[in-house]
């Protein structure tokens, strides 16, 4: 089944204990990104990735880092979490094709709800 | 990018066909209309893209105007588990902004009554 997962599905931790919330997909797309989404705000852009070792930073990419070794994988780490990054983050991917690759279909995985004490 | 303005909410009931209508008063040229379905707490979920005039498939249809100016996406005959958010983008998918990147609004809430 095509399908991308995300762990842990939820998280409560602590200011400042490091953290990295794993995101996979198995359609072999080039595309993957990171969003989260706060009550009132929407959906907004943390990073995005067109391909391995290539990634770039999205809306609001402060306090966020991420990595792209393998086409499948796009971990997204926090090496400081602080109260303001609680919220739910969601991770996607889409194939190339032609033009820019969020224009295709972008498949979400279920999310990962992380609170920040 | 294009900013789009949607209801920010809409009720209907089952069996009903339901109409969300987005502006986009200042679309470019070569900007596509992206919409998406997000029920609470899941990702959201790609429901149809268009450029101009119609598109249907089998969960929806997009009306885009000659002008371009809004788009309409319908529903038909809305069940209980249509009940969710649904976002209208519209960017260029080749040249558009910083990134080319599409940004989701706040969305419009529909739901759905027995």
Known sequence: EAQVTQNPRYLITVTGKKLTVTCSQNMNHEYMSWYRQDPGLGLRQIYYSMNVEVTDKGDVPEGYKVSRKEKRNFPLILESPSPNQTSLYFCASSFKGHGRPSYNEQFFGPGTRLTVL | ?114
């Open chain 2, 1 to 114: 990018l294009a900013k789009t303005t949607q209801p920010i909410s809409m009720d209907s009931y089952e069996g009903q066909e339901v109409n969300i209508t987005c502006s986009h008063n200042n679309i470019a040229t070569n900007d596509y209309i992206t919409w998406y379905q997000q029920f609470p707490s899941q990702g959201p979920r790609f429901i149809i893209q268009g450029y101009k005039t119609k598109v249907t498939n089998e969960v929806a249809s997009l009306f885009i105007p000659a002008d371009r100016k809004s788009s309409t996406l319908s529903l038909p005959r809305v069940s209980l588990s249509d009940t969710a958010v649904y976002y209208c983008l519209v960017g260029d998918p080749v040249y558009g902004g910083s990134q080319g990147n599409l940004i989701f609004g706040k969305g419009t809430k529909l739901s759905v009554k027995p």
